[in-house]
């Protein structure tokens, strides 16, 4: 069955918006898409009349409006895994007093569904819907490393992020001999991640979980130590979806 290029051509719009927080102009969308600025207004009006797009009338831009937002909480409601795995984030906002995260694969990224805030003012947040890089985030790398796939393109973040493919290879490598990946200043400066692979009962890995913090406060003398709760713990929720270690 062919595709309705309208409604194909309206969900590759609604995607370059979820990539631009600035908002897009029709202009700009005609340009990227090769078509006539008034059938790049029409299927805006079209997103904008069911709320799935907004226009912003300081900038005549467009953004994404709020029936994605109500969509996409109610398929975090109705994932289990999320469900399974608060106690467990909280367990480990309580253990390390850092904010701690949960992510799955998706298009090629990390995206984050479920959080649970540090009690301290000043803490790493990353928003529920959150998609971030694989190569220079702690539960990206982990995707990365325990999923093993392919490396994505590399561009730099900060100073410390790596972009030498041979180099993250080796990085990866010891990923997996040490169980878990931390993130140093690689995509944001001042912040410091640790995270560890979820598994399933086929032995599958199917999210990562771990903690963010201000280098500060999460010092390289911690991450041993630290590193150590978050793959207890990760190892505990492992279990509780049925994953054995000794299973063959």
Do not use: W
């Not at 062919?2 to 990539?19: K, V």
């Not at 803490?123 to 392919?150: E, I, Q, S």
């Not at 993130?183 to 903690?211: K, T």
């Amino acid at each position: 069955m062919g595709e309705i290029q309208s409604l194909a051509r309206g969900l590759q719009i609604l995607e370059r918006i979820a990539e631009s927080p600035q908002g897009v102009s029709i202009t700009e969308l005609a340009e990227v898409f090769g078509i006539d600025k008034g059938s790049v207004s029409r299927l805006l009006q079209t997103l904008a009349k069911y709320g799935f797009a907004e226009k912003v009338a300081s900038t005549r831009r467009y953004v994404l409006g709020a029936q994605v937002v109500r969509l996409s909480r109610v398929m975090l409601a109705r994932m289990p895994l999320r469900e399974t795995a608060r106690p467990f984030l909280t367990r480990l906002v309580e253990q390390t007093g850092e904010c701690a995260h949960l992510a799955i694969l998706a298009q090629g990224q990390a995206l984050y569904i479920d959080q649970q805030e540090s009690p301290f003012s000043l803490r790493v947040t990353t928003g529920v819907g959150t998609m971030a890089p694989l190569f220079c985030t702690a539960l990206g790398k982990v995707l990365l490393a325990f999923c093993y796939l392919p490396l994505p393109e590399l561009k730099p973040y900060t100073a410390r992020t790596i972009t030498d493919p041979l180099m993250l290879e080796r990085h990866l490598e010891i990923v997996r001999a040490q169980g878990y990946a931390i993130d140093d200043e690689e995509y944001n400066v001042g912040v410091r991640c640790i995270a560890v692979p979820v598994y399933d009962d086929r032995a599958s890995c199917v999210a990562a979980i771990g903690i963010s913090g201000p280098t500060s406060r999460l010092t390289l003398e911690k991450i041993p130590e630290t590193a150590q709760a978050v793959v207890a713990t990760g190892k505990e929720l492992s279990a509780l979806l049925g994953f054995s270690e000794h299973a063959s």
